[in-house]
Every structure is written in structure tokens, then in C-alpha cells.
């Protein structure tokens, strides 16, 4: 990228530009329309990136109604993965350098670079005396989060949205290269400012736990394991935690992430497992029954249910359908947002979780969670059952049976005490 070029004037003004035969950005010796970029989409947006001087990119990239079409209609993987590949190095350093919280939150760009970048961007914000207290609190659980323990694998943070409550994700090893990627997607009351800490570490217990399973897993297009923190849309609150309208937003971001790796990942497609907890699940079932998803397996647990009715109709390897509900768990089973994906008549596997959570009593190796929160933390069965399924032996599940017949369970939705689910049991880990 050249460090100076003439002042510039956008070509349309205020429309949605989505012509590629149109330069959006001509030299005219005018000023900069700012809002015709935000309003750009495509292949537009991302070349008027890179036909700006680097102080109009700086002030492109702070401008709310830019960093709005970059969090929230961006152009697709595909686009920006063909846009970045043409451009040379020191375009890709001035964009880097200059537009950090736009690279850092593009799928298609490399992981390693929106690591890069979101932390560019975090570091800035945090020593910024200007950023709101809330901001501040939230980007602090943020770097807390990105903290590891000697010999656990590198995180890397690959979304970062500052806005409102907030929005993140941080990977535990390495997209590229892993044969198996699991994205862990969260319910209700989960927010980064409160979650996100506990949240990566639960991931990388997750991570952990898939990694002592390397002698039986399945072999795969890489190495190693990859598991995403995936805290990538608004989670309910008391507020609207009876609307779908989030788990409707939720799952076109989540549809975008996994977009993301399968682009970046070309023909060395890992093996994708999405486990989903909670209001999370609602919001992978829509996903993946969408047409725009695809998923080697997916694990639902203490699910409230969706408007799916049966596995066939979701993009997940036949067989691969795995559904969890602990003891005591008041959502688990509900079927309050549609047919209960654990029903007899859905076609999924049910996990072995609901007995009592006395592993002495049972005389089992692992214990079974208790409560709608208990799923993912270490040494329960549940955590290992994902992981075994996460490596694609879901044929070792223990005691594991077959979904598929018995009374349908798609008739009118429970009503379950979705407040026995509060904010404030959410706890950090033991």
C-alpha cells in the first residue's frame, strides 16, 4: 500500500454499493464519505480499505457505522480471503497497524493475524483513560481470559466486540493445524464480563481432556485439537430470556464463524464439533437446520429445545447427534422453545447422564453432573463423553442408547422454571 495517496471522495453516497465494476472510492481531490463505506458491502467495502490514505483508513476503522458492517454484515469468508491473498505485505502491515479492530473480526483473514490484531486493539482500549468503566471491566475479563498455565496450549483471541455487553471468542491451540475443532457455544446469563474467564478455562478443560484421548481418536486432516470459547453472540438475560430473536441472531453468526474455518481451512477440512449448552443449543439446532452449516457432530446439553423436529434435518454426520441432561437439571427435557432434541421420536443419542450424581453409590470412574451448569467441568462423565465424541469416537460412549423410537415429542412444549436458572449461579470453577 502506498503511505500517501490523494484525498478521496466516495463514489455513491449513503446507497448500499455492491457494484464491483464501480470503484466506491475515486480520487477527486473532495473529502471522505465515511458513511458510503459503511454502507458498502462485499468486495466494495474491502477494496475501499486499501484506496485510502492510511489517516482516512485510521479514521475508517474507528468509525462506529464501519466497525457496525464489520461485526454485523460483513462480507463473506470467501471475499476476504480472495481480497487478503492478493494484497502484498505491507498493505497487509498497514491494514494490521492501522485498522486493527476491522482485520481482527474479518473471517478469511488467518487466525494468527486476528489475534494480532484483537489484541492491538484491547491493549489500546485498556490503556485508553477515555474507555467507559464497563468497557474497561469487560476487556479486562478479556486479557484474564487470554492468560494460560505453563504447557497449556497458546489462546488466541479471533473475535473481540466492544459494543453493549459485549462479544468474544478465544481459541485454545491452533485453527490451522488441528485434526479436530470443537466450538463451544453458551446459554443463557453468559456474558464476557462475567463469563469469559471461567468460560475459556472450561474450553481448555475441554481441550485437555481431548487431548489424553489422542491414542483412539479417529485420524484426521491435521494435528492435535482446537477448542473455541465461543461467546460470539447476546446471550439472554431476564430481559428476553423467553425470545428466540437472539438465538436467531446468534445462529447467522455462528453460521459466519464456522465459514470462517472452513474457508481458512480449504481442502484440510478438520473434523467440526459444535457443543452447545443451554439457550446455546436453540441457537446451533437453528444453524445447522439453516442449509449454510454443516458440522461433523453436534452435542446439545440441558437443552430447552428448538423448532427442529427430528436429527434428519439438521447438516450433522447421520448417527453423530448426541444430547445431554443431567440430574436436577430443570431445563434439560423441557422442549419449552420446541420439540426436545433428547425426545424418543428426534433420532439423536442420549447420553448416560441423568442418574444420580453419587459416584460412589454408582461405582463409576466418572461422576454424573448435577444441575444445568455442572455439564463441562472436569471429571464429570458428561465432559468426557464430548471429548470422546469431539476425537469422532462417539461409538465409545459408554453406555450410550440409541434415539429413535417411543412417543413423539414434538407436543406442546413444558413449562419449566426458567429463573431456577439464575445469573448468580454461575460460578467460577472449583
Do not use: C
Not at 478465544?170 to 475443532?181: E, K
Not at 440430574?327 to 444420580?356: K, N, Q, R
Amino acid at each position: 500500500m502506498p503511505t500517501s495517496v490523494p484525498a478521496v471522495v466516495v463514489h455513491t453516497v449513503g446507497a448500499v454499493h455492491d457494484d464491483p465494476t464501480v470503484p466506491l472510492v475515486q480520487p477527486t481531490g473532495g473529502q471522505l464519505d465515511v458513511d458510503a463505506i459503511a454502507h458498502a458491502r462485499g468486495a466494495a467495502f474491502l477494496d475501499a480499505l486499501v484506496s485510502v490514505s492510511p489517516a482516512d483508513l485510521r479514521r475508517i476503522a474507528t468509525d462506529a457505522a464501519v466497525v457496525t458492517t464489520v461485526q454485523d454484515d460483513p462480507p463473506t469468508a470467501a471475499e476476504v480471503a480472495t481480497w487478503w491473498a492478493g494484497l502484498d505485505h505491507d498493505e497487509h502491515q498497514v491494514l494490521e497497524t492501522l485498522a486493527p479492530s476491522v482485520v481482527g473480526n474479518l473471517e478469511g483473514v488467518p487466525y494468527d493475524v486476528r489475534d494480532r490484531a484483537n489484541r492491538v486493539t484491547m491493549t489500546a482500549e485498556l490503556a485508553d483513560r477515555t474507555t467507559p468503566p464497563a468497557e474497561t471491566a469487560m476487556l479486562g475479563q478479556v486479557r484474564k481470559s487470554l492468560e494460560s498455565e505453563p504447557g497449556d496450549p497458546r489462546r488466541s483471541l479471533i473475535t473481540l466486540d466492544t459494543r453493549g455487553a459485549g462479544r468474544a471468542a478465544i481459541a485454545i491451540g491452533d485453527l490451522d493445524t488441528a485434526a479436530d475443532v470443537t466450538v463451544v457455544v453458551p446459554g443463557m446469563f453468559f456474558t464476557v464480563t462475567g463469563q469469559m474467564t471461567d468460560f475459556t478455562d472450561t474450553a481448555n478443560d475441554l481441550a485437555s481432556e481431548q487431548a489424553t484421548l489422542a491414542p483412539v481418536a479417529v485420524p484426521g486432516h491435521g494435528n492435535g485439537v482446537a477448542v473455541v470459547a465461543w461467546m460470539g453472540y447476546r446471550t439472554p438475560d431476564l430481559s428476553n430470556i423467553l425470545s428466540l430473536g437472539l438465538a436467531q441472531t446468534g445462529a447467522e453468526r455462528l453460521e459466519r464463524a464456522v465459514d470462517g474455518l472452513r474457508t481458512v481451512r480449504g481442502a484440510e477440512q478438520p473434523r467440526l464439533n459444535i457443543v452447545a449448552h443451554s439457550y446455546g443449543s436453540t441457537t446451533a439446532l437453528i444453524a445447522l437446520a439453516s442449509g449454510r452449516m454443516e458440522a461433523d457432530s453436534l452435542t446439545v446439553l440441558g437443552s430447552p429445545g428448538s423448532s427442529v423436529r427430528h436429527a434428519s434435518q439438521l447438516a450433522v454426520t447421520s448417527g453423530e447427534v448426541f444430547v445431554g441432561g443431567a440430574h436436577s437439571d430443570p431445563i434439560a427435557g423441557s422442549g419449552y422453545f420446541g420439540t426436545d432434541p433428547g425426545s424418543a421420536s428426534f433420532g439423536s443419542t442420549s447420553l448416560d447422564l441423568a442418574a444420580s450424581a453419587d459416584t460412589d453409590a454408582a461405582g463409576d470412574v466418572f461422576r454424573r453432573p448435577s444441575g444445568h451448569n455442572d455439564y463441562l467441568k472436569p471429571g464429570t462423565a458428561s465432559l468426557h463423553d464430548v471429548a470422546l465424541i469431539a476425537v469422532g469416537r462417539g461409538d465409545l460412549v459408554r453406555e450410550q442408547l440409541r434415539r429413535g423410537e417411543g412417543p413423539s415429542g414434538d407436543g406442546v412444549p413444558g413449562t419449566p422454571d426458567m429463573y431456577l436458572v439464575r445469573p448468580q449461579d454461575l460460578q467460577p470453577r472449583d
